[in-house]
């Protein structure tokens, strides 16, 4: 187990009328001026938005608006934010919606109170200091943003998609997370956040740090209640208990405790982040996509953790070769995305001739030569990696 | 899955050299006069108390000190820290050993700016509004004290020992994890820490709520991380690694994640309160003599989730009925607590006719008449209970 430091300081409100907690929540952080930003149409068509402004409207808080954040979101959308933020003197952000939204909210707080431009963090070439203070309504469970110091962010300009890290300013102060928001989800939404919460988890377990037994145990515990949980928000969406279960598995995925004493991986991300930026892919297919590639991969080089994967919680017990026992794994993963609606091939995700050099070179000049946590990665592996997708 | 709020805030900085840290984390919350609690010999033999007590030096931070606290703290040590603590005008908590450190500093700092005696709170007769902050240098990972909001203080007169619960106020600031500090800790103290901590997770897990399985999986995660680590830090004594693993499962057996969403149960503490507050039993001991006592008795009126916890965690694959599983589950309970070298009788605990009519009487005259989250028990079913312990 390696050294480390995890603070996750987010308060969760979790449950039935997480939402009604929202000017209350905010109060608590001594909110005055708040920007609500939030996407497209379905948080206007269920009236939340409404409900949230109007508990503003009630608390004396006053509040401006930044809508229309799209999926795979990009830096203009920021640049606005933080325009209307200096310019109406707001002091605390409020995102209603997912991880796009949220990931929005959360490089405007950070772009506010900075002199350079906020692309800085993204980009490396500065530190985040300080940040406005963020809260969140939860209504799509998959990006783990609501209990994340995490913000993705694409620079339209050359489709450089960045996932930004911060131990602390970036963690919202608070969460609040009813199941209840998440019944009127498309199917492949839903489909895809459970793609994207696992291959959150994945990316912590694939890791090269040996004797992380009680890390490895809660990650493969969270993975066993995602996949029982699963087949039952896909049949039964509004199954409030299944939803339940997905909703705060999602948060788990990605609030490091699956990380804590290892090095990770997230090479899956990665290459998956040039597919979407390139194609405009969603985030959750292009993962279930690019996991079982990546895991394939790693089934001969270093097998491992995947066997360990596969007989810990996909079941296989009677394959004592490692190799054999991982391929059984992706096997099973991938019947487990099939059974979802999910894509497994790069072709099911609507791409029929991906220009893989195109995205392997964009990879590693995103991400250096070398990429990495669980084995080490050169442009002719990560070139075999994207072909075992097709 | 019940509605829950969940806030950790606690900063845990975790591995080698992890108490170098103190007066920079001291520093962080703005401690100016610190007053160090200890226990008694090992952190004075050991050197930790001096080499925390320079780091305050070098950095300028006033301290006092305040050592001597015994296992299964009591009052009066806690009346004269928060004496010390007002005429010297402390600010900051700093608790330097394990539970007993840890929970007699969170009753000072809680106490400290209280106008009424500080057993109010846990007489139930006040709650806690603001305490001192507190930072934890752990050296015996048991307690679950440095992630969680409760104490657990004994009144000495009538010998009534109680647990007290906040969700913010008593949350340390910090807390540093050195799994070093903890490589000459006695074998029945490490033994000892272990039952306490795999009684943290039992005690959420014997929960009545239903559909729970993300909590499940997680609590039984960490339960068999405990269970394969738990033999190697008893057979070689610095073995990092696995003492790593012990000491961040016992973080996380009590930081609140193995409860989320449900009802508790507690009734195996409570239990045990009783015993050590009459006996002066090691609470670790007295748990893994009252866990499986409870455990059988819940095999016959409740067995589902005894059954669920054999199946899941102790390997029994091949009994379909769910008393005769969650018995089977118990025996290999029992079998592994002796392997540790931990009594599971009484009798074993050294206590050869304990007087069952007056713990029952306390433990109901402290805890009510009715006690239990998994299954309500009266006095004679906990009678039972302390029965089946004989």
Not at 42 to 51: E, N, T, Y
Not at 140 to 149: D, N, Q, V, Y
Request: proline fraction near 5%.
């Amino acid at each position: 187990m390696d050294n480390f430091t995890y603070c996750t300081p987010t308060k969760y409100i979790f449950g039935h009328g997480a939402e009604n907690h929202t000017a209350e929540e905010l109060l608590s952080i001594s909110a005055t001026r708040v920007m609500v930003v939030y996407g497209g149409g379905s948080v206007l068509r269920s009236g939340l938005l409404a409900r949230v402004l109007l508990q503003l409207d009630d608390a004396g808080i006053y509040h401006c608006e930044l809508g229309g954040v799209q999926p795979n979101p990009t830096d203009p959308k920021v640049r606005e934010g933080i325009e209307i933020c200096r310019r109406e003197q707001i002091d605390t952000l409020l995102a209603v919606g997912g991880g796009s939204v949220i990931d929005t909210a959360k490089a405007i707080a950070a772009g506010v109170p900075y002199d350079g431009d906020f692309w800085d963090f993204w980009a490396g070439k500065a530190t985040v200091q300080s940040a406005l203070p963020l809260g969140v309504v939860l209504t799509i469970p998959a990006a783990g943003s609501e209990g994340s110091g995490n913000s993705v962010i694409t620079l339209l300009d050359g489709m450089h998609k960045i996932s930004l890290r911060t131990d602390f300013w970036l963690r919202p102060k608070f969460a609040l997370l009813n199941p209840e928001l998440t019944f009127t989800l498309p199917p492949e939404q839903t489909a895809a956040g459970i793609a994207d919460m696992m291959a959150h988890i994945f990316e912590r377990y694939f890791s090269p740090t040996a004797d992380v037994e009680v890390t490895d145990r809660v990650a493969e515990g969270l993975l066993m209640a995602i996949m029982e949980e699963a087949p039952k928000v896909m049949s039964n969406p509004t199954d409030y208990q299944a939803r339940a279960n997905i909703m705060w598995s999602g948060t788990l995925a990605h609030n490091g405790i699956c990380g804590t004493g290892r090095r990770e991986d997230w090479v899956s991300h990665f290459m998956e982040h040039e597919i979407s930026a390139v194609y405009g892919v969603t985030h959750g297919a292009g993962l279930a996509v690019m996991l079982p590639a990546f895991m394939s991969f790693m089934a001969h080089v270093a097998p491992a953790k995947g066997a360990q994967l596969a007989r810990r919680v996909m079941g296989v017990t009677d394959e004592p070769d490692d190799t054999a026992a991982a391929l059984e794994g992706i096997r099973r993963l991938k019947d487990f995305f099939t059974s979802l609606g999910l894509p497994v091939t790069f072709n099911q995700l609507g791409i029929d001739k991906p220009n893989i050099p195109l995205l392997v070179q964009k990879l590693h000049e995103n991400k250096g030569e070398r990429i990495g946590g669980y084995f080490t990665l050169t442009p002719a592996d990560t070139e075999q990696i994207y072909r075992l997708a097709l």
